[in-house]
């Protein structure tokens, strides 16, 4: 933007929200410009940020970056991991930590409402006071937002289902303020906002993952379960991917699970390490013998003792059949995988530990996962892509994630792929593999739940299925002004 217009934005913005929260200082800009991944990407750089403090200044906002025409992109704390967080053609980085308010914890509905600034820990902490909780987004910080979170479709919820958003609020590019749900009609977000499927649609759904494409969320009402006197983790260990599929499978089959997921023996190890042992390669190689090849983990929750008692019995049984054992740990070690299960703000940092990563995913019934392993190894083999561990050894596999996502329907298998930002050859493998692994796991059959992938992906989807993307988007925002080029190349 010209230096011109931008003064000119940045006037019309202080009059807004005060000249305190808005900049056209690049040092104040560059931060929200930037995610975990980008560093392998191009940069970006916008022209403007600015942090309102009320829905009605992000109204304000919306309706003054239409009459000028400029580019908007909403950012929460910019952990999304999946470079779409960034100001594609520059513009205004619209930052909405400032709303950052629980509304209400509803005991009746187990419902909380919460706005964009609103992180997942603080919803955690706030709602434990009512015997509620969030489910867990398994390894992701709880310094990120439950809103942003949208990209990924609302974290983890192995054996219960991916829908934990039940409505929310969105203001819409021209400023236009909306509620979907039962809140749909008028009066009724105060009223009765706690159906989710309200008047034949879901229209939470589209504003779910958009990327900020088709406006701002402002509120969302998230599910809560709740807590009861025993909240128990039981931590299975398997020697292979197949069984620990297969004893995933049928752990959420048993209907008793409140969250299931797992890692490989190379992500236990790297998330569990204490500061000390990561030094010494010699002593990481061992450490990293203690764990089993796959360690995954199934909280259970019961009102009593003998609730318990049937339930470890039903898990055992059933891991039985796959050779699957209950594990524990000593100590700090015991103590991090505790950490990681409840996906504490710690653990995700030692998940980014070693090198910068993409988390290259794939969603597919747990059947078909072995089959995208072996893909992605032959890919890996095809460019000599090298991975390692603080053992310095290479490894054949990379770090993974396993989640049962919406049941057995779909398990989101994430696998990490490292690069070395200084190296530019080792950039330039990390750049081809991605082609590569988005190109052939979706000829495999595997689906991808971040909207950003559209971008690559759009000449393999239905017309119809584009034509109904690209239309709410015009419809919505004909001056195209939320977040251009995050989920498509032209808009
Ligand atoms: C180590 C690690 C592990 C992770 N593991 C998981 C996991 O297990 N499960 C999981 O679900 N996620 C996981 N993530 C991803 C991350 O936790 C979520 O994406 C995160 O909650 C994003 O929140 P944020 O506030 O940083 O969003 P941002 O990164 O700021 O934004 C993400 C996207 O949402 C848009 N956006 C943000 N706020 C709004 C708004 N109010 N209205 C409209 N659009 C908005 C942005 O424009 C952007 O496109 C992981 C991330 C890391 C770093």
Redesign the pocket.
């Known amino acids: 933007m010209e230096e011109k217009q931008v003064k000119s934005a940045y006037k019309e913005l202080a009059k807004i929200v005060g000249e305190k929260y808005v900049s056209m200082d690049k040092e104040d800009i560059m931060p929200y410009c930037r995610?975990?991944v980008s560093q392998a990407f191009k940069t970006y750089m916008a022209d403007l940020v600015v942090a309102p403090g009320t829905v009605e200044e992000i109204r304000e906002i919306l309706r003054l970056c239409n009459k000028i025409k400029l580019p908007v992109?909403?950012?929460?704390?910019?952990?999304?991991?999946?470079s779409?967080?960034l100001p594609r053609v520059g513009g205004l980085m619209l930052v909405?930590r400032r709303l950052d308010k629980i509304l209400e914890i509803n005991d009746e509905t187990h419902t909380a409402t919460i706005e964009?600034g609103v992180?997942?820990s603080k919803l955690y902490f706030e709602a434990k006071k009512q015997n509620l909780e969030p489910l867990g987004?398994?390894?992701?910080?709880h310094?990120?937002?439950?809103?942003?979170?949208?990209?990924?479709?609302?974290?983890?919820t192995g054996g219960i289902d991916i829908n934990e958003e039940v409505a929310c609020e969105?203001v819409l590019p021209d400023g236009d303020l909306m509620w979907t749900g039962s809140a749909g009609m008028k009066g009724h977000e105060k009223l009765n906002p706690w159906c989710r499927v309200g008047y034949g649609m879901n229209l939470t759904g589209i504003?779910h993952g958009?990327?900020?494409t088709y406006?701002?969320?402002?509120k969302v009402l998230r599910r809560l379960y709740p807590l009861r006197n025993i909240e128990e983790r039981v931590q299975i260990g398997f020697d292979t991917f197949e069984d620990c599929l297969n004893g995933m499978k049928d752990l959420i089959d048993l209907g008793i699970s409140k969250q299931v997921y797992g890692v490989n023996k190379a992500q236990a190890a790297m998330i569990a390490a204490d500061s000390e042992i990561i030094k010494d390669p010699v002593e990481y190689e061992k450490y990293e013998n203690i764990f089993p090849e796959f360690l995954i983990v199934d909280k259970i929750s019961c009102y009593n003792e003998k609730q318990q008692t049937v339930y470890k019995e039903l898990i055992e049984e059933t891991i039985s059949k796959y050779g699957g054992k209950i594990v524990s740990f000593s100590g700090k070690t015991q103590d991090a995988l505790m950490e990681l299960w409840d996906?504490s703000s710690s653990?995700?940092i030692r998940?980014?530990r070693h090198n910068p990563h993409l988390?290259a995913f794939a969603m597919l019934p747990p059947s078909m996962l072995p089959g995208l392993r072996e893909i992605t190894k032959k890919i890996m083999k095809d460019l000599d892509y090298e991975l390692t561990t603080f053992s310095n050894k290479t490894i054949e596999h990379p770090r993974c994630?396993i989640?049962p996502w919406e049941r057995n329907e779909s398990y989101l298998f994430?696998q990490e792929m490292e690069f070395v930002p200084e190296d530019p050859v080792s950039v330039k493998k990390f750049l081809e593999f991605q082609k590569r692994y988005y190109q052939e796991s979706a000829k495999y059959g595997s689906s991808q739940i971040n909207a950003?992938f559209l971008k690559r992906l759009e000449p393999m989807m239905w017309p119809g299925y584009m034509k109904i993307i690209r239309g709410v988007k015009e419809l919505l925002d004909p001056n195209n002004i939320m977040?251009p080029k995050?989920m498509l190349k032209d808009i």
């Open positions: 995610d975990e992109y909403p950012y929460a704390f910019g952990v999304s991991i999946s779409t967080a909405v964009p992180t997942w987004l398994g390894g992701g910080p310094s990120g937002s439950l809103i942003g979170n949208f990209v990924l479709g609302g974290g983890n969105v504003f958009c990327l900020g406006g701002v969320v402002t996906g653990v995700a998940y980014l988390m994630w989640t994430e950003g977040a995050q």
